[in-house]
């Protein structure tokens, strides 16, 4: 069985940065794109990023576009999310997720693409 888990989430004050990693454990032994995807309080889930399975295509939601950095080492079956510049608005519950894609430029926006989601890390900025 396949499954993302992701840390690194926790509080900082705004103007801070935190890196979220994502490690999938099981057999992930095809290619896949990751996703990052957030929840606030009282909101739907939203897209935030996507890497490729190659690593040299990302995508972001425009919100995050210039402060957070999406890459992945698929020899460790890690994703990381970078995040600078925080503010209190990306306050949410993260989530990374996986999708099975032949494709090595693949990436994937809408969270019914994905096949398998992490638990989720709460992330929260303080102003």
């Known amino acids: 069985q396949v499954q993302p888990v992701e840390s690194g989430g926790g509080l900082v004050q705004a103007g801070g940065s935190l890196r979220l990693s994502c490690v999938t454990s099981?057999?992930?032994?095809?290619?896949?794109?990751m996703g990052w995807f957030r929840q606030a309080p009282g909101k739907e889930r939203e897209f935030v990023g996507a890497i490729s399975w190659s690593g040299s295509r990302t995508d972001y939601t425009d919100s995050v576009k210039g402060r957070f950095t999406i890459s992945r080492d698929n020899a460790k079956n890690m994703v990381y999310l970078q995040m600078n510049s925080l503010k209190p608005e990306d306050t949410a519950v993260y989530y990374c997720a996986l999708r099975y894609t032949n494709g090595i430029l693949d990436t994937f926006f809408r969270d019914y693409e994905y096949q398998y989601w992490g638990q989720g890390t709460q992330v929260t900025v303080s102003s």
């Open positions: 099981g057999r992930t032994n095809s290619r896949y794109a």
